[in-house]
């Protein structure tokens, strides 16, 4: 923990070029390998003036206070979350909001490794401009691919500076994308479709070999209406969609994502989001029964026993460590059901985290970042 945020650290000044600010000494080297307190560097993360100045001072910077203050003016968040380096570990979460044209940027207080119990979000910043973004998911390459249903493609967005930028865009032509998988070498891409833009049958659309373009197109023989996307550690391809706009929903899965589908589950109420855990078990969300399930590879699937009362679960994802399900509850409307996000135990389904959606205003996807390796 203490060299991750000494690295963390030092990349911030050199990155910002602040000739003001010395780089560690040898023996602030020396002290990283001390003990450090987590809470103080959960503080740290978030941007507490006082534990940046500690810190600063601890590990040898000069002018700790002009380091403080340049760092929160160009975004304290933004530089510690990505600096080019994998080394650089700053956990968050992004939501898209379909009907805002948006994406939600939430900090987690305290690395998902050191406060494992203890997980709350503070909302970050929003990203506009999108055009009614659905799914998500960070790759292992830190990542973050947004669906895009109006535009008919998939934006990639990288940290560059302290700004959250798109830096590739997948192509989907005539179709209506809603959801998105990645390897985590982002050599195999699949995007669930919705229908496509003349109301056609959904599908899943293939990117191999850094493609931008589709470079195949899996279907099925029912009516579907395509919902989640999921690629398990084999690279298989999961889909999972409904036959109709209110259900009942089904899981196929293409294996090497190429082919006939088999199917997996026969009987969802209505289709949702897909994930896989370490080791490789299928967790799928039922939205209409308001459920999540936890299969047995793709078998014997039963709800997640102690998972909170849940309106309209929707799309999930793991994060890095599969330590916790990420889940969206957009809800239905009511004044009753206050959007939120949730992180579950993928064991029992008891939330370690439950946040009211910034606004108000309906989550849909969801990706931790860093996202989960496989």
């Given at each position: 923990m203490p060299t991750r945020a000494l690295m963390i650290f030092a990349?911030?000044?050199?990155?910002?070029?602040?000739?003001?600010?010395?780089?560690?000494?040898?023996?602030?080297?020396?002290?990283s390998a001390q003990p450090f307190d987590s809470a103080r560097y959960a503080r740290f993360a978030q941007g507490d003036t006082a534990a940046l100045r500690a810190f600063a001072v601890r590990f040898g910077f000069a002018h700790g206070d002009?380091?403080?203050?340049a760092l929160r003016a160009n975004g304290v968040r933004a530089?510690?979350?990505?600096?080019?380096?994998?080394?650089?570990?700053?956990?968050?979460?992004?939501?898209?909001?379909?009907?805002?044209?948006?994406?939600?940027?939430?900090g987690v207080n305290g690395p998902l490794d050191v406060r494992p119990d203890a997980l709350t979000l503070t909302f970050d910043e929003t990203i506009t401009g999108l055009m009614e973004p659905s799914g998500e998911v960070t790759s292992a390459l830190g990542h973050v691919f947004v669906t895009e249903e109006t535009a008919a493609d998939v934006k990639v967005f990288s940290y560059t500076s302290s700004n959250f930028m798109v830096t590739n865009t997948l192509m989907d032509p005539g179709e209506v994308p809603f959801d998105v998988a990645s390897s985590?070498?982002?050599?195999?891409?699949?995007?669930?479709?919705?229908?496509?833009?003349?109301?056609?049958?959904?599908?899943?659309?293939?990117?191999?070999?850094?493609?931008?373009n589709p470079t195949s197109i899996l279907t099925v023989k029912a009516k579907a209406i395509g919902v989640g996307i999921a690629?398990?550690?084999?690279?298989?391809?999961?889909?999972?969609?409904?036959t109709t706009s209110s259900g009942p929903g089904t899981i196929v899965e293409f294996v090497h994502c190429k082919g006939a589908p088999k199917t997996i589950v026969s009987t969802l109420t209505a289709a949702g989001g897909l994930a896989f855990d370490r080791g490789n078990n299928l967790f799928y969300v039922d939205q209409a029964a308001g459920k999540v399930f936890r299969c047995n590879g793709t078998i014997a699937c039963t709800p997640l026993v102690s998972a909170p009362h849940l309106n309209v679960p929707f799309f999930?994802?793991?994060?890095?460590?599969?330590?916790?399900?990420?889940?969206?509850?957009?809800?239905?409307?009511?004044?009753?059901?206050?959007?939120?996000?949730?992180?579950?135990?993928?064991?029992?389904?008891?939330?370690?985290s439950t946040t009211p959606a910034h606004g108000g205003i309906p989550s849909y996807g969801i990706?931790?970042?860093?996202g989960s390796k496989f």
């Open positions: 990349m911030v000044a050199v990155a910002m070029g602040f000739a003001a600010i010395s780089r560690p000494s040898t023996a602030a080297l020396r002290a002009t380091a403080v203050a530089f510690l979350r990505r600096q080019g380096s994998p080394a650089v570990v700053f956990p968050v979460v992004t939501t898209t909001q379909t009907f805002h044209n948006d994406m939600n940027v939430y985590p070498s982002e050599k195999l891409v699949a995007v669930s479709n919705s229908m496509t833009t003349s109301s056609g049958n959904g599908s899943v659309s293939v990117y191999l070999g850094g493609a931008k690629l398990d550690h084999k690279q298989n391809c999961f889909w999972s969609y409904d999930i994802h793991f994060d890095r460590n599969w330590k916790h399900l990420w889940l969206t509850d957009p809800g239905n409307g009511s004044p009753s059901e206050t959007p939120t996000i949730y992180a579950l135990n993928p064991k029992t389904g008891k939330a370690q990706a931790p970042d860093p």
